[in-house]
T-cell receptor, first 113, second 116 residues
Framework: ETGVTQTPRHLVMGMTNKKSLKCEQH?????MYWYKQSAKKPLELMFV???????ENNSVPSRFSPECPNSSHLFLHLHTLQPEDSALYLC????????????FGSGTRLTVV | AQKVTQAQTEISVVEKEDVTLDCVYE???????LFWYKQPPSGELVFLIR??????QNEISGRYSWNFQKSTSSFNFTITASQVVDSAVYFC?????????????FGKGTKLSVKP
């Protein structure tokens, strides 16, 4: 399998639930990213991992918890979310930083009820 | 500071019309990279093109063409003879560094609707 794969494609969760989003890449890339895309604020960078180490956290609330167990996998653990967290969550990877561009997954459409 | 501005929020055209999507960027670096991505309704951002700051040659790929002008800090994207399948949100992006801190800076996107 090639490219960046995200699961699930759609997720509906209650505010008290705990769920996780998964991202997987088989491109040999060293960096992985989580983006949030909502109608009000398109493409907000949430987290950056480089060689499995978190190198950026853009003031994201603690109810979002990323995990990068290896260079091919990235998770976003969700707990006690709010309705305003409903958005498209996109994962991306790159060989090293941004100069080569990113390869994006198809995203997870999250609805918090 | 780096910044990418896509002033056109939404554009609507009729099939077969030509359309140009504008992108203006700001950076103090002399070496940088510019990108265009397409996001169809399915959600995935699809890479279209990458240019470095030392290559000002315009590029054409089928119905797509890009005009890079350093003098005006612009990297505009033209679709010739638009088709319904071109309907998507298009993002312009900028990066000036490699390594872990060289993140892409995205514009807010331009939503293109092509009507039959």
């Amino acid at each position: 399998e090639t490219g960046v794969t995200q699961t699930p494609r759609h997720l509906v969760m209650g505010m008290t639930n705990k769920k996780s989003l998964k991202c997987e890449q088989h491109l040999g890339h060293n960096a992985m990213y989580w983006y949030k895309q909502s109608a009000k604020k398109p493409l907000e960078l949430m987290f950056v991992y480089s060689l499995e180490e978190r190198v950026e956290n853009n003031s994201v609330p603690s109810r979002f918890s990323p995990e990068c167990p290896n260079s091919s996998h990235l998770f976003l653990h969700l707990h006690t979310l709010q309705p305003e967290d409903s958005a498209l969550y996109l994962c991306a990877s790159s060989p090293s930083g941004g100069i080569y561009g990113y390869t994006f997954g198809s995203g997870t459409r999250l609805t918090v009820v | 500071a780096q910044k990418v501005t896509q002033a056109q929020t939404e554009i609507s055209v009729v099939e077969k019309e030509d359309v140009t999507l504008d992108c203006v960027y700001e950076t103090r670096d002399t070496t940088y990279y510019l990108f265009w991505y397409k996001q169809p309704p399915s959600g995935e951002l699809v890479f279209l093109i990458r240019r470095n700051s030392f290559d000002e040659q315009n590029e054409i790929s089928g119905r797509y063409s890009w005009n890079f002008q350093k003098s005006t800090s612009s990297f505009n994207f033209t679709i010739t003879a638009s088709q319904v399948v071109d309907s998507a949100v298009y993002f312009c992006a900028l990066s000036n560094r490699g390594g872990s801190q060289g993140n892409l800076i995205f514009g807010k996107g331009t939503k293109l609707s092509v009507k039959p």
